[in-house]
């Protein structure tokens, strides 16, 4: 089974084209920054995941998808190659997009509006209310280390 799922950040606007021909078709393709779980010296880090959309989706992506927005995506991941000008061969792995969705509010998104912000070094839960207070963006923050008291781990 090829399924991936990801939550994460656009780190710009998605590049969209169209197909030419009399059924023209949307293709866009964006990258996204998902957070790594844990730590590395303490420093937040990510990965950047290539993703490709088609159609519905890559028209969606060009008219609702900004740097910055945190979405939710299901896919398959999908794997090529070509040779590039100096005749090597470059080899690419996409995520193809099946569903993609908001995955906060327009609250919090107006938070981010600026653009892709990597995290600093600081706990990002120190002035956070205590967890049992709901954040503004309707999720509630949970502090770090947390991870060893919950059943399922």
Same mark, same amino acid.
């Given at each position: ?7 994460? *950040?656009? @780190? ?5 084209? $169209? ?8 293709? !866009? ?7 790594? *779980? ?6 937040? @880090? !990510? ?16 008219? $609702?998808?900004?740097?910055? @927005?945190?979405?939710?995506? @299901?896919? *398959?991941?999908?794997?090529?190659? $070509? ?7 470059? $080899? ?10 908001? !995955?906060?509010?327009?609250? !919090? /998104? ?23 207070? /709901? ?19």
């Amino acid at each position: 089974m090829n399924k991936v799922i990801l939550m994460g *950040r656009l @780190t710009r606007d998605p590049d969209v084209r $169209y197909s030419q021909g009399e059924n023209a078709s949307a293709f !866009a393709r964006y990258t996204l920054a998902v957070d790594r *779980r844990f730590r590395r010296d303490g420093e937040a @880090t !990510a990965d950047f995941i290539g993703c490709v959309a088609f159609g519905r989706q890559a028209e969606f992506a060009e008219k $609702y998808l900004r740097q910055g @927005t945190k979405i939710a995506i @299901t896919g *398959r991941i999908q794997t090529g190659s $070509y040779t590039n000008r100096d005749g090597q061969k470059v $080899y690419t792995t996409d995520v193809v997009v099946e569903e993609q969705e908001f !995955a906060e509010s327009k609250a !919090a /998104a107006s938070e981010h509006a600026g653009g892709f912000q990597p995290q600093n070094n600081s706990n990002p839960f120190q002035s956070a209310p205590a967890p049992s207070a /709901a954040a503004g963006d309707g999720f509630m923050n949970i502090p770090d280390g947390i991870d060893e008291e919950l059943p399922f781990n």
